[in-house]
């Protein structure tokens, strides 16, 4: 039995098309199989959850949806080891999509997955970060990081830009065009960053910081080109120092993920890293907005998540 976890909401209305054409396909081929559709924001998290308790030993488990709708569904799961994961690309930003090549057409990617005979460990990451004296956390199979590609992030959640452009089919622009707009607001800070447990690195200016497990985020921006998510490492990703008129200049090579060169771009591949910064800054994990917070600490998870590929 396979249970699909189905935002019919994602990518303006796209993944509603997409079910209907897999779901004649699940018919046509007599799959056993159950569909659990998300009625609201955080409903998936919950339906993961509960998916979770179905079997004792295997679940089958595939999300139809966007990378927000994955990322909640992930933050569902409480026993990993005995889901079989599967992945159904209907967003508009498709990062995980993206990293992972699950590149097909709806039906070839249900299929490969019905026919996958072996599971694939990737990593995912978790932050932890304090809120009101407690302390949170959040699983992330992209990325997660603070400053300005989080304040785009938290921007894009409740942009009518974004529900226009999805309209088009063009949901992924939103990311560059609010990108282009924060530029000129962009603030920084001053931040202190360990990297798995060595000596403390002092950045003056700071704009991001990217902890990547996907090579790209924000709908295909390149942040770590070379990030891969079966190597137990984040590639973090570090933007810094540079004045605001040049950040027009540098955002092109971003875009094409050609910074990496650059004096005020850092990669830096580790385990696990802290930030500390001298203000607040925004935190996401996956687009989702985490918090304002001056301190967040990042692991990696090598090999969490079991995926039919
Ligand atoms: N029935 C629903 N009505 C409204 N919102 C929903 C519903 N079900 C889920 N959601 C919310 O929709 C949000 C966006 O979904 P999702 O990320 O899958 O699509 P997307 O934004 O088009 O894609 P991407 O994240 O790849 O850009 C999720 O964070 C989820 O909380």
């Given at each position: ?124 990451g978790c932050v932890s ?62 931040a202190k960053i360990v990297f798995d447990d060595e000596v403390e690195e002092p ?6 910081i990217?902890g ?20 137990g490492e984040f590639?973090v ?31 830096h591949n580790c385990r696990k890293f802290s930030v500390d ?18 301190h967040a600490e990042f692991r990696c998870l090598s ?7």
């Amino acid at each position: 039995m396979y249970h699909f976890i189905v935002n019919n909401t994602s990518g303006g209305g796209r993944s509603k098309r997409v079910w209907e054409e897999l779901q004649n396909y699940l018919l046509e081929h007599e799959i056993r199989y159950k569909a659990h559709f998300t009625e609201y924001e955080g409903h998936a998290k919950k339906l993961a959850d509960r998916v979770c308790d179905i079997d004792r030993e295997k679940v089958y488990l595939i999300v139809v949806g966007g990378d927000g709708t994955l990322n909640e569904v992930l933050n569902g799961m409480h026993d990993f080891e005995k889901i079989r994961f599967g992945y159904i690309p209907t967003g508009s930003g498709n990062d995980f999509a993206r990293g992972m090549k699950i590149n097909g057409t709806p039906t070839e990617n249900l299929e490969r997955i019905l026919q996958a005979e072996e599971t694939t460990p990737i990593d995912l990451g978790c932050v932890s970060w304090v809120e009101e004296g407690q302390k949170e956390q959040k699983i992330f199979a992209i990325s997660s990081g603070l400053g300005l590609d989080a304040d785009v992030c938290k921007q894009a959640l409740h942009s009518g830009l974004k529900k226009a452009l999805n309209r088009l089919g063009l949901g992924s622009l939103t990311y560059v065009c609010l990108t282009i707009k924060s530029l000129f607001t962009m603030p920084t800070a001053e931040a202190k960053i360990v990297f798995d447990d060595e000596v403390e690195e002092p950045i003056s200016r700071m704009i991001f910081i990217a902890g990547m497990n996907q090579y790209c985020e924000g709908g295909g921006v390149p942040m770590a080109p070379e990030a891969v998510a079966t190597d137990g490492e984040f590639s973090v990703c570090c933007g810094y120092g540079v004045a605001r008129w040049r950040t027009f200049f540098l955002l092109p090579f971003l875009v094409k993920g050609k910074h990496t060169g650059f004096k005020c771009f850092d990669i830096h591949n580790c385990r696990k890293f802290s930030v500390d910064l001298e203000k607040p800054m925004v935190l996401h994990a996956d687009g989702e907005y985490c918090g304002d917070v001056t301190h967040a600490e990042f692991r990696c998870l090598s090999g969490k998540l079991n995926i039919l590929l």
